[in-house]
Structure formats: structure tokens, C-alpha cells
């Protein structure tokens, strides 16, 4: 082999190891993030299920009969 051709395949080994290095920056990144909205998703989940509990847990006794309600005051 060639100088030149030994010094060749060393510069593209470089380069596939920078953009090997850039994409498991990338990964971790990615996986940080999924990682986050997974947490949120899941808060947002358990709140939501605390509002469906509630509303179903509602006594239709203390929501204002529509009929009984004045009009509001435009009319």
C-alpha cells in the first residue's frame, strides 16, 4: 500500500468516527427528550383521570337547573 492510499482510508476512518460520535450525541439527545415528554405524558395522564373522576363524581344536584337560571342580562 501507498502512503497516500494509507493516509486516504485514515482520514475517512476519522470522518466515520466524528459522525459516529455526533450520532450518538444525537441519540442521547433524543432519548433525553422522549424521556421527558414520556414523564409528562404520563402526569397529564394521571391528572386527566383525576378530572374524569371528579366530573362523574359530580352530583347533577349542585349544577343549576337551566330552566330555573334568569336569562343573563343582554337579553
Known amino acids: 500500500m501507498t502512503d497516500k492510499y494509507v493516509q486516504e482510508l485514515e482520514k475517512r476512518v476519522s470522518n466515520l468516527e466524528c ?3 455526533f450520532q450518538e ?6 432519548n ?3 424521556s421527558q415528554q414520556q414523564l ?3 402526569k397529564m395522564q ?6 374524569v373522576g371528579k366530573v ?3 352530583d347533577s ?3 343549576a337547573d337551566q ?4 336569562p343573563p342580562p343582554h337579553y
Open 56 to 58: 362523574k363524581s359530580m
Open 25 to 30: 450525541q444525537t441519540i442521547e439527545e433524543l
Open 40 to 42: 409528562l405524558i404520563s
Open 19 to 21: 459522525q459516529l460520535a
Open 67 to 70: 330552566s330555573e337560571e334568569s
Open 46 to 51: 394521571a391528572q386527566m383521570k383525576y378530572i
Open 61 to 63: 344536584s349542585q349544577l
Open 32 to 34: 433525553d427528550a422522549l
